[in-house]
């Protein structure tokens, strides 16, 4: 979800390494849903300039669910 192709409809930072950069701009997107393949660095820089943002707690705080396993994912199925 926060590498360059998925990220250029919510995020535009200076380079495409900063992955938790981006995942924090996906938190903050007020977008109702994501789903996607997970977070390279959701709980700090993915490499040097990146931002240090723990993603799960910002999502978790923003009123977004967290679904990250198959079988959490299927018990949404009615």
Do not use: C, Q
């Amino acid at each position: 979800m926060d590498h360059a192709t998925p990220a250029s409809y919510y995020a535009s930072v200076p380079n495409r390494g900063l992955m938790n950069n981006i995942a924090t701009l996906l938190a903050n997107t007020g977008y109702e849903f994501f789903g996607g393949g997970g977070l390279v660095a959701p709980e700090g820089p993915a490499r040097s300039g990146d931002t240090e943002t723990n993603v799960w707690d910002l999502l978790s705080t923003n009123g977004s669910t967290i679904l990250n396993d198959r079988a959490s994912i299927l018990s949404l199925k009615t």
